[in-house]
């Protein structure tokens, strides 16, 4: 996704991309020290303070939250949970960032109104007005364990699980969607002139493997934790189908796929090669992805870690489909898939064998392969936590301590701070949702307290966790409103409070 720093490289305020209007980076950073169309977004009187302010400057631990009257949506639930958690967290700061990020998603980000007499729900990323399958997805995973107590809750879900159905129907292949259905302009100024089949609706359509896992993974999430089957309507049973014959599709066994897409940009990590179509791949039943989840373009067209999130989300839409939607052939298809794809990850996704062996990140079937991780999950860093693989298992932990090493080129160390970035904003700039993963996917408490700790350390006064943060200097970060990463640390110390509440009572 696009980055602030980005923005106002190229003369663009980031308060309105459906009209892009000329302005000096300097009159931006005005806006922004002026609490601009951020605070605007997050509602007035809410002290969210501009990029580099000093971390002192939030000793006070005031509320970073919109006012109740401001934010956009309330769930007791919720609620009780902050205070529940806060009570448990020893240190002053981590309880503040916890009570500021948690909620950040239903506070500022979420829309609700109903559609043919059903709830519908919209969720943008934060400072970008469209909606990214993926993100969408991930920002309300966290509230999952309340939903069945809190029927507000329920009612955001179905909204949002309904969302996501109409927006597969609309177009499988794109990752992000615009608040209306039939608007015939994306929203995304960047993507204008993209050389790709934009139908009404699509904000942007990079085809993106992990778009429609997360979106299964939500469904399936919310029926495990609530029971309700109500989500599982006719639409949502049209679009699971469009899920495995999708997927299916992508696998390109006769070399062909409908799907194009190219950009004029001087950006390589923007576009595709050959025609739109991807780097050239053996057809060996793995899924093509052309980007990855942090929307950059795959070097190989197999990305082994989505392919992994997908063997796992068709397993979760089988059992959907043979048990709420009766539908046996649907439920035999996305096993079928699901089992063919297992087995072609086993034969080339992985590098080395044996007892040495771990996950390549992509490769293209003529035994050509990267090695690298990159912090938007689905990573390969982030399997076990997204339930891809078992937290104990030996290839995974293998892989993980290698992500976590010199080894990926995507891994920074300096001035203290140490975890996974990616190519999307650039070299030295760690993303906070590496360092979250890697708190919920360990067991040891030294390497979650070092998650803590920098945590806490790199949020450079905002109260709130950002996109990327360059190592050593906390205070050059990108994206001030950046919701995902929000509920990620929230999640974290949800998790720590039940896996390892010493750690937090200890102040750490």
């Known amino acids: 996704m696009t980055r602030v720093d980005e923005m106002m490289d190229m003369d663009y305020a980031f308060s309105d991309f459906s009209a892009p209007e000329p302005r ?22 809410t002290g969210i303070l501009p990029e580099g302010t000093p971390q002192a400057m939030a000793a006070d631990f005031v509320s970073r939250r919109p006012p109740v009257s401001a934010r956009r949506f309330v769930s007791p639930a919720v609620e009780a949970e902050i205070a529940r958690v806060s009570a448990m967290i020893g240190d002053p700061e981590l309880a503040w960032l916890f009570a500021n990020c948690y909620p950040n998603t239903l506070d500022t980000t979420v829309e609700i109104a109903m559609r043919g007499g059903k709830p519908d729900t919209f969720v943008i990323t934060g400072d970008i007005p469209a909606m990214w399958l993926r993100d969408s997805s991930a920002q309300v995973w966290g509230y999952l364990h309340l939903a069945r107590d809190d029927a507000a809750l329920q009612r955001l879900y179905r909204g949002l699980i309904a969302r996501h159905a109409q927006c597969i129907l609309i177009d499988p292949y794109a990752n992000a969607f615009g608040r209306d259905p039939g608007a015939t302009r994306t929203p995304l100024w960047w993507a204008l002139s993209d050389q790709t089949q934009m139908r009404p609706g699509v904000a942007e359509r990079k085809w993106e493997v992990d778009s429609l896992c997360h979106v299964v993974r939500l469904a399936y999430g919310y029926w495990r934790a609530t029971g309700d089957s109500a989500p599982f309507d006719a639409q949502w049973h049209q679009a699971a189908r469009l899920i495995v014959f999708t997927l299916r599709t992508e696998q390109r066994r006769d070399g062909t796929s409908p799907y194009r897409f190219q950009r004029s940009t001087p950006s390589p990590t923007d576009s595709l090669p050959m025609g739109g179509m991807g780097s050239p791949t053996r057809k060996v039943g793995l899924i093509h992805s052309m980007f990855r989840p942090s929307d950059d373009a795959c070097v190989f067209p197999f990305l082994i870690p989505s392919n992994l999130f997908a063997v796992q989300a068709l397993r979760w839409l089988a059992e959907i489909a043979a048990t709420v939607l009766h539908d046996g052939a649907l439920a035999h ?121 920098q945590l806490k350390a790199t949020h450079a006064g905002t109260g709130f966790m950002h996109e990327a943060f360059e190592a050593g200097n906390p205070a050059h970060f990108t994206r001030i409103w950046f919701a995902w990463a929000n509920g990620l640390f929230g999640e974290m110390m949800i998790d720590l409070a039940a896996r390892m509440p010493d750690l937090l009572g200890a102040g750490r």
């Open 333 to 453: 298809d996305a096993v079928a898939l699901a089992d063919e794809v297992a087995a072609a990850v086993q034969a080339w996704g992985r590098i080395g064998d044996g007892a040495n062996a771990i996950w390549a990140y992509e490769v293209d079937g003529f035994g050509n392969t990267l090695f690298m991780d990159d912090a938007n999950a689905p990573s390969l860093a982030s399997l076990a936590y997204l339930g891809c693989v078992a937290r104990d298992d030996p290839m995974f932990r293998r892989t993980e301590a290698r992500c976590w090493s010199t080894a990926n080129p995507y891994y920074f160390e300096r001035g203290g701070n140490s975890g996974i970035g990616g190519p999307h904003v650039g070299m030295n700039m760690i993303w906070p949702m590496s360092l979250a993963v890697r708190a919920q996917s360990s067991d040891d408490p030294r390497i979650v307290a070092n998650c803590l700790a």
């Open 24 to 45: 000096s980076r300097r009159r931006v950073l005005r806006e922004l020290a002026g609490l601009g169309a951020v605070a605007v977004a997050l509602g007035e009187g």
